[in-house]
């Protein structure tokens, strides 16, 4: 038996690159220009890490464990990168509440709020990717 | 049921997620409900009192409903507007017949200027609800040219305008930001960069459309400004190439008027100081009327004064130039604003470090430099007559290229305090007498009507001191004439008289002597008073009764003389502190030369040579030392061992201290009664918001920026009277429902009015009554930093170039929003001169430019001075200066403005007694306020949102042994500030918040309310699907 992944396993693949490539915009975001040295929120980082993985793992083992613990596994995914969507809102309050303040800004806030934005976007766009591979019944078909 | 089982299982995901979405947006919805609440026009909770009674309710509000307090507004608004128009030019043509047939010209005629954006921007409500500018007029009995105005219309809309269901133009852009009606991007009304004109062309305008409207043209300029606006010099096509300048097609449009019309009147819609020297010469021209922004009701008003109902009685507040651009106060000014810090990129965003403004022009900003640089050129003295090229105006208006002659009358168009009117008056200087004790002066001026008209006369006294070879030897500078009070009379009939007796307060003529005695000064010499139609008459009068030879009433003079430099008299404040230098050595200095490394960078402008210290732009100085130092917002270090003790019960609640004075030791029980991390959290919550104190049983209020009125409150969502709401009273009328207070002229119109008792009736209305009909116990307002030059975007939202007229406007509105409760916040202290930059730039100047001149102007309204001459001795009034004040965004020297121990402490607190509330203007918690050093300087709040900042932990604090003891002055301070204002208004001790359902609450709500139902329910048919699927494979097998 050979596997080849099904679209819910392309979409989930997907979603773990986008995940991978928002939480290093998150980093470069939260490490260079104006937000340098405010720090990272843990959560941020690690579950959009943990998600890719685990998405990358799925996508070898398919044939290791069921349908069923796959589909949970999929759920606790995008359960988690919901939640780093969330905390990377929370991260970037005091930002968007400082910019809507009318004084005038420094062009580094505006280009970190930028990519504040690409990077909400990634994260946002990895979440639905896994919440759409959540619905699938498995990642891969069954091929004889 | 593979597909409904991953269908389930993902909307499952999806539940949580929107779950999780609520619980974590509702602490932080909840943390920014005060601006929620603006953005939706709601309110989050209200005080609930169960014993509340009539003796509750310390201040009432004149209004008992909405429709009471709308019209009363409304009539204020439209004198208040009449009163400040100002008369620049009549060849007889004003006023107009009853009855006149007129055409609007120009752009603004159809989408003019109400107001300014942000703090005191017009009620565009009120605006489109028929009180469009072009409506105003005709219901205001002018006779308006329709087919004329029609085309403007067609044009507008054509660009992208919007209108209203009524067919008439949104006013939105009347108070707005950054854009114009237009989505399109074709017409932006709010922009500096450029004057939008409608091209007659483009109209198609022809001889035609004027026909049966020929009376007169009324053309109308205009320039939008208010907060966060920029103007800069140069970049345009008027003759000057400055935006202040005419554009070639509003000259084009002056042109048409002048062509087709016999009688051409200008309206100058503008704050910023137009460029009118071509319209004054201009023998086509008959009148040019200024007007401000006169706001949401303010061109009913102007009808009146063109027919004459109303005689214009407005003088002007600011100097108006022939070339804007050319003035010492411009050279720093520079092309965008200010000069960046050479190694700004050293810095992080937290230290907030941009850029440095140095003040070189000393005291002589305005007309202070023009006044006196005239006098030196008659006397041929100081160097005055020559002038290098690049400083001053030639006769074309344009800069001068070669090196030249300084000749008055090609820099100024109109002078300082300049106003005409429809009659004629004569000012008598009756008598003066100056105190023994050098400190006051009784000025009697008599007034009488000579014209043929009704009016009212402003009387303008002035000051001359002299100019003395000690201060030249010690850097002292001298104005040749300055504003030291006025009055305003009554309305007079022709031929009546009204005698003024003044009190002058001669603290305004010292000088400070920062070199020499280190304090305030009187020069030995001769001293003038002088009345004067404004400050160039009132000099001429000076210098003629000097001998010079110029045209002038040297019987409108009077001079003594003191024979000895005197440096006691005014050396201590009058609560006896001494008076010394402040803002010249350590860091809280104002003066960059004070600074290790930077000894000579600023070389001020002095009056011994004028040509030769002409101001110049300093590019290119690094950040270092100890100025790097204190640019990064922590220059004192924490330190523990503290034995100040904090929290301590007495019983008491602040109700039990509303009459109390400050100096009772009963508020030493209060004050041990607050907790370190209450006053913290009161700290660090005020933005729009007055946050609770449990430790003495307040619950707290809602706060509002001014300073036209209140930013959000309305009489639908907000209004009440003594805690009964307006809407559910009967006979409440729904169609006011979106009204607000913000429908006066801007600040400028008032102080424009010259009229004392005026400014006293806007400080009620405008402020006062926002805050008890609306219940926001805090309006932040008045602002009132000085025009320093005419480029300030926001000095619309300002009084005046000049410490005393600003001073004294100011001083009589925070008497009037006090009288109703109101804890003002007078912002923004101190030198706000620009909005470029506004938010992090360096300021330095001299200590006796920043004493002088902007801290002069604060003084006048923390120490209650400048009481009208008509208000008796035993007044409430002017018993107790302001109560609050906000500080500004950019640096006083170099450090954080709310930081700066000279200026926040030294001087507000030790000199001038205040007791007040001082919060930040919108820094939050961050370190840019410097958090630590603004509490130990007698900051009591942040206005902003969250704590960034990471000493502001309440062990850290309150170990510290100074800013603990700092913070005991900064919780009584606070206490008392609330105890004296509305903010005790209908509570006592069973005040609590009742939380008030809202549009954003809903939001949270509702989505943790569907996130756990859809979490229940496809969580479970997910489960219930897993299991039926296990149990059929198993049953397969």
């Avoid at chain 2, 109902?309 to 130039?321: A, N, Q, R, T």
């Avoid at chain 2, 010292?510 to 010499?525: F, H």
Wanted: with cysteine; hydrophobic share 40%; aromatic share 10%.
């Amino acid at each position: 038996m050979t596997k080849k992944v099904n679209v819910f396993g392309k979409i989930l693949c997907i979603a773990a690159v986008l995940a991978l490539v928002g939480v290093v915009v998150y980093i470069v975001n939260s490490s260079v220009g104006y937000l340098a040295g405010t720090g990272m929120n843990t959560l941020t980082v690690l579950l959009p890490l943990i998600v890719s993985a685990c998405s990358l793992v799925l996508m070898f083992v398919p044939n290791i464990i069921n349908d069923t613990i796959t589909g949970i596994i999929t759920f606790l995914l995008s359960v988690g990168m919901g939640y780093a969507v969330v905390t990377f809102v929370v991260a970037r309050i005091d930002l968007i509440a400082d910019l809507l303040n009318p004084v005038n800004h420094p062009a580094n806030e505006y280009t970190a709020f930028t990519w504040t934005c690409v990077g909400l976007v990634l994260y946002v766009l990895a979440f639905l990717g896994t919440l759409i591979a959540t619905m699938g019944t498995r990642l891969a078909k069954k091929k004889k | 049921m593979s597909k409904l089982k991953g269908v389930s299982r993902g909307l499952t995901s999806l539940a949580i997620f929107v779950l999780i979405a609520s619980l974590v947006a509702a602490p932080i919805m909840e943390s920014y409900s005060a601006p929620l609440d603006t953005f939706f026009g709601s309110t989050s909770y209200r005080i609930v009192s169960e014993q509340s009674g009539e003796a509750n309710w310390i201040y009432k509000s004149e209004f008992k409903t909405a429709a009471e307090a709308v019209e009363a507004l409304r009539a204020f608004a439209i004198e208040e507007a009449g009163e400040s128009f100002v008369l620049l030019k009549n060849a007889g043509t004003l006023p107009l017949a009853e009855g006149a047939n007129v055409t609007l010209l120009g752009l603004r005629s159809y989408a003019p200027v109400y107001g300014n954006s942000m703090g005191a921007a017009p009620d565009t409500t009120v605006i489109q609800d028929g009180n469009q500018s072009y409506l105003a007029l005709q219901k205001a009995g002018l006779n308006v040219n329709p087919a004329v105005t029609k085309k403007y219309k067609d044009w507008v809309v054509a660009k992208g305008g919007n209108l209203t269901p009524d067919g008439e133009l949104y006013a939105e852009y009347a108070g707005a930001g950054s854009s114009g009606p237009s989505e399109s991007g074709d017409l932006d009304l709010t922009g500096t960069a450029t004057a939008p004109e409608a091209a007659i062309a483009e109209l198609g305008l022809s001889a035609d459309d004027y026909a049966g409207y020929t009376d007169a043209a009324i053309v109308v300029f205009g320039r939008p400004g208010g907060e966060s606006k920029n103007y800069v010099t140069g970049g345009t096509d008027s003759t000057t190439t400055n935006i202040f300048g005419l554009s070639q097609e509003e000259k084009a449009v002056l042109a048409e008027a002048k062509a087709n019309f016999e009688t051409v009147i200008v309206l100058v819609n503008s704050v910023n100081p137009l460029e009118l020297k071509e319209v004054e010469e201009d023998e086509q021209v008959d009148a040019v009327l200024w007007i401000g922004y006169p706001g949401s009701y303010g061109f009913y008003a102007v009808p009146d004064v063109l027919f004459g109902k109303v005689s214009p009685s407005g003088h002007l507040g600011d100097i108006y130039l022939a070339n804007s651009a050319v003035s010492p106060a411009m050279v720093s000014f520079g092309g965008d604003g200010s000069v960046d810090w050479a190694n700004v990129d050293e810095f992080t965003p937290d230290d907030s470090v941009n850029s440095y403004l140095i003040n070189e022009e000393s005291i002589y900003s305005g007309y202070r430099y023009f006044e006196t640089r005239y006098a030196d050129v008659v006397a041929g003295v100081n160097n005055a007559a020559e002038a290098k090229a690049g400083t001053y105006t030639a006769k074309d208006t344009t800069v001068a290229t070669v090196d030249g002659t300084w000749e008055y009358a090609d820099q100024v168009v109109y002078p300082f305090g300049f106003g005409l009117s429809y009659t004629t008056f004569e000012q008598t200087l009756d008598s003066v007498t100056v105190s023994e004790d050098k400190k006051t002066a009784e000025v009697t001026v008599t007034v009488k009507n000579t014209g043929s008209a009704n009016g009212k006369s402003v009387i303008q006294v002035y000051a001359q001191t002299p100019y003395t070879d000690y201060d030249k030897q010690n850097l002292v500078e001298k104005a040749a004439v300055q504003l030291v009070d006025y009055e305003k009379t009554q309305t007079l009939a022709p031929g009546s008289t009204q005698t003024v007796k003044m009190t002058v307060d001669l603290r305004n003529i010292a000088s400070y002597d920062t070199n020499g005695a280190k304090t305030y000064i009187l020069d030995a010499g001769d001293y003038y008073l002088a009345i004067g139609d404004d400050s160039h008459v009132a000099l001429n009068n000076i210098l003629v009764a000097q001998g010079q030879a110029v045209e002038g009433d040297a019987a409108k003079t009077y001079k003594w003389t003191w024979d000895s430099l005197d440096t006691e008299t005014f050396a201590t404040s009058d609560n006896g502190t001494a008076i010394t230098n402040r803002l010249s050595e350590g860091d809280q200095s104002m003066d960059i030369n004070s600074f290790a490394g930077y000894e000579g960078t600023a070389k001020y402008m002095t009056r011994q040579d004028w040509n030769g210290t002409y101001p110049t732009v300093h590019e290119g100085i690094k950040a270092e030392g100890r100025i790097a130092e204190l640019l990064r917002n922590d220059f004192i270090k924490l330190s523990t061992g503290s034995e100040v003790t904090f929290g301590t019960d007495h019983g008491h609640t602040i109700y039990e201290y509303t009459n109390l004075d400050w100096d009772d030791a009963a508020w030493d029980e209060l004050v041990d009664q607050v907790t370190v991390e209450d006053f913290l959290g009161f700290a660090q919550s005020a933005f729009h918001n007055i946050e609770k104190i449990d430790s003495v049983g307040y619950p707290g209020n809602k706060a509002d920026d001014g300073p036209g009125g209140s930013d959000g409150g309305t009489y639908g969502v907000d209004g009440q009277y003594q805690g009964k709401m307006y809407a559910e009273m009967d006979g409440y009328d729904e169609s006011v429902a979106g009204y607000g207070t913000r429908i006066a002229p801007t600040p400028t119109n008032l102080a424009y009015t010259w009229n004392k008792e005026l400014a006293i009736r806007n400080g009620e209305l405008i402020l006062g009554e926002s805050t008890l009909m609306f219940n926001y116990p805090i309006m932040i307002g008045p602002g009132v930093n000085l025009h320093r030059h005419g480029y300030n975007g926001r000095g619309a939202e300002y009084y005046s170039e000049d410490p005393i007229l600003s001073g004294y406007t100011g001083s009589a509105v925070v008497q009037g929003a006090q009288s109703k409760g109101c804890l003002v916040n007078v912002k923004h202290l101190g030198f706000n001169d620009q909005e470029i930059n506004r938010s992090g730039i360096a300021t330095f100047m001299t200590e006796q430019a920043a004493r002088e001149l902007e801290l002069r102007n604060f003084q006048q309204m923390i120490e209650a001075n400048g009481k009208p001459a008509s208000l008796s001795a035993d007044s409430a009034l002017y018993t107790e200066g302001a109560l609050g004040v906000m500080t500004s965004f950019n640096r006083i020297g170099a450090v954080a403005p709310s930081a700066n121990k000279g200026v926040q402490q030294d001087i507000l607190r030790d000199e001038w007694g205040f007791k007040g509330y001082s919060v930040t203007d919108f820094t939050g918690v961050a370190p840019k306020a410097a958090p630590k050093e603004s509490l130990l300087y007698g900051t009591v709040a942040f206005c902003g949102f969250g704590v960034s900042d990471p000493y502001f932990t309440a062990d850290q604090l309150s170990a510290d042994p100074e800013i603990s003891a700092a913070l005991k002055k900064d919780i009584k301070y606070t206490l008392y500030s609330l105890a004296h204002s509305a903010a005790m208004n209908g509570q006592d001790t069973t005040s609590h918040r009742e939380w008030v359902d809202t549009p954003w609450r809903a939001i949270y709500r509702n989505m943790k309310t569907a996130g756990i139902a859809c979490t229940a329910v496809f969580g479970v048919l997910w489960i219930a699907l897993e299991v039926l699927s296990a149990k059929k494979k198993k049953g397969a097998k």
